[in-house]
């Protein structure tokens, strides 16, 4: 299985709700990512998991909150977004840091 | 922070002519990728060139790199019109853990 898969596809919350993205793979891959694309911009790199620990924050705000369950999951806890967080959400996967890494096909977010 | 510039921004070309991007970066490198992203879609990896690599091959797609230059291209031979995406090169620093993306070439093959 070389897929990263992504749910939900699309998501429409509203400044006070709180949602999860989730992101799974089943390739053995220790590296897992999360990135956050505008239109007609390249990924921006929000968080970094290594071997199911934090190993990079971007400096992103606190309404966002990763989190890794195991080497196979892995969330992104939403609460409290501004309109300006809409957004293409990437969650990436790789066999270690700095490798190639395999996309999921993202979750497009709404803030209303 | 955008370590990648790519140019043109924008290249739009006939079925079957070659296509020819760039990507210049500032810091010395461990490696450079090429990602392919169909429009609103997930990026799709096609080549990664190491440091010490000059030239790599896959399939319709060739790379080069040059490190004196901080510069790499991506050919594309006998485009199709299912070549037409974003392109993205990303760099990954030569003692980072992360990939940094450039602002990437939109590419049209016309039919």
């Known amino acids: 299985d070389t897929e990263v898969t992504q749910t939900p596809k699309h998501l429409v919350m509203g400044m006070t709700n709180k949602k999860s993205l989730k992101c799974e793979q089943h390739m053995g891959h220790r590296a897992m990512y999360w990135y956050k694309q505008k239109a007609k911009k390249p990924p921006e790199l929000m968080f970094v998991?290594?071997?199911?620990?934090?190993?990079i924050n971007e400096s992103v705000p606190s309404r966002f909150s990763p989190e890794c369950p195991n080497s196979s999951l892995l969330n992104l806890h939403l609460h409290a977004l501004q309109p300006e967080d809409s957004a293409l959400y990437l969650c990436a996967s790789s066999r270690g840091v700095g490798n190639e890494q395999f996309f999921g096909p993202g979750t497009r977010l709404t803030v209303l | 922070s955008q370590q990648g510039e790519e140019d043109p921004q924008a290249l739009s070309i006939q079925e079957g002519e070659n296509a020819t991007m760039n990507c210049s970066y500032k810091?010395?490198?461990?490696?450079l990728q090429w990602y392919r992203q169909n429009s609103g879609r997930g990026l799709v990896h096609l080549i990664l060139i190491r440091s010490n690599e000059r030239e790599k091959h896959s399939g319709r797609l060739r790379v080069t790199l040059d490190t004196s230059k901080k510069s790499s291209s991506l050919l594309i031979t006998a485009s199709r019109a299912a070549d037409t995406a974003s392109y993205f090169c990303?760099?990954?620093?030569?003692?980072?853990?992360?990939?940094?993306f450039g602002a990437g070439t939109i590419l049209r093959v016309k039919s």
């Open positions: 990303a760099t990954r620093r030569e003692y980072g853990n992360k990939l940094v």
């Open positions: 810091t010395s490198i461990n490696n």
């Open positions: 998991y290594s071997y199911e620990k934090l190993s």
